[in-house]
């Protein structure tokens, strides 16, 4: 069974531009989270979709950041306009349970803006 | 919301060690979850544990080992005759409680086993 995807694995842009990250969960899991971790600091919890719906975004740090999951299987998080501070890991996860279910993450997409 | 420290930044042993990685936790919330992840260098998070705080047996899986105290809000992870492949970020992360779906994670520890 394939794991939790995510594409592109780098992505190097700079300051002002527009990048669209993409992550695939498990086959049938429902559950898909966003997370992200800037240098120096902890993982942080970005949101939550159940299928196409966004249960929690408290996460998301401001409105140059849009997540998406038309038909609720693959999702983007979309980054516009990228700044600096916006450069780190972008992590996805999924499980198939909401009730506090073990989360599956995938590698992560690099992100540096410069 | 919750609060993780993993007071150890960095161990260092050398292989066929036994070493222990701390984990102290903070909820307002009185049933839980607790999460061990794994990050080796190539950079993805591995599952290793989830445990529910009513359930406060210790438990074992191969060479690894948890220790959950809910009086002392710990939950630490033992490696037993580590090996270099144990090498690798370890991050403890409760739910985050409240209602809220995202894990809480703490800064980690880096472990480096030296052969």
């Known amino acids: 069974e394939a794991g939790v995807t995510q594409f592109p694995s780098h992505s190097v842009i700079e300051k002002g531009q527009t990048v669209t990250l993409r992550c695939d969960p498990i086959s049938g899991h429902d559950n898909l989270y966003w997370y992200r971790r800037v240098m120096g600091k902890e993982i942080k919890f970005l949101l939550h979709f159940v299928k196409e719906s966004k249960q929690d975004e408290s996460g998301m740090p401001n409105n140059r950041f849009l997540a998406e999951r038309t038909g609720g299987t693959y999702s983007t998080l979309k980054v516009q306009p990228a700044e600096l501070e916006d450069s780190g890991v972008y992590f996805c996860a999924s499980s198939q349970d909401r009730a506090r279910q073990t989360q599956y993450f995938g590698p992560g997409t690099r992100l540096l803006v410069l | 919301a919750q609060k993780v420290t993993q007071a150890q930044t960095e161990i260092s042993v050398v292989e066929k060690e036994d070493v222990t990685l701390d984990c102290v936790y903070e909820?307002?919330?009185?049933?839980?979850?607790l999460f061990w992840y794994k990050q080796p260098p190539s950079g993805e998070l591995v599952f290793l544990i989830r445990r529910n705080s009513f359930d406060e047996q210790n438990e074992i899986s191969g060479r690894y080992s948890w220790n959950f105290q809910k009086s002392t809000s710990s939950f630490n992870f033992t490696i037993t005759a580590s090996q270099v492949v144990d090498s690798a970020v370890y991050f403890c992360?409760?739910?985050?409680?409240?209602?809220?779906?995202?894990?809480?994670f703490g800064k980690g520890t880096h472990l480096i086993i030296q052969p």
């Open positions: 909820t307002r919330d009185t049933t839980y979850y």
């Open positions: 992360a409760p739910d985050s409680g409240g209602g809220a779906d995202g894990l809480t």
